[in-house]
């Protein structure tokens, strides 16, 4: 299983931003997707899911109406769109699925939000 994470990068606040999480080394189109983020000294907190057909997202209040989870099945990729960023939205974000009750992770992709 392997998830590589890409898109981050430096944003001022009520930017955008769109990660991209490339799968491979599993059916990515049989399972459940994932975004989660953690920044420095906190606890890793769940961003957004999907289901294996893209019918059914689900967000924290944290960032709902302000990201958007999505999947391209035919490419093995996920997607967060991001918008209205803020600067509690900085942290390192991953990708993550769960198979047969183990987590897998990408490395993640480091979004900082500054003025």
């Known amino acids: 299983v392997q998830l590589v994470e890409s898109g981050g990068g430096l944003v001022q606040p009520w930017g955008s931003l769109r990660l991209s999480c490339i799968a491979s080394g599993f059916s990515f189109s049989r399972s459940q997707m994932y975004w989660y983020r953690q920044a420095p000294g906190k606890r890793r907190e769940w961003v957004a899911g999907?289901?294996?057909?893209?019918?059914?997202?689900n967000y924290p209040d944290s960032v709902k109406g302000r990201f958007t989870i999505s999947r391209n099945n035919a490419k093995n990729t996920l997607y967060l769109q991001m918008n209205s960023l803020k600067l509690e939205d900085s942290a390192l974000y991953y990708c993550n699925v769960l198979l047969a009750g183990v987590d897998y992770w990408g490395r993640g992709t480091q979004v900082t939000v500054s003025s």
């Open positions: 999907i289901s294996e057909i893209g019918d059914t997202t």
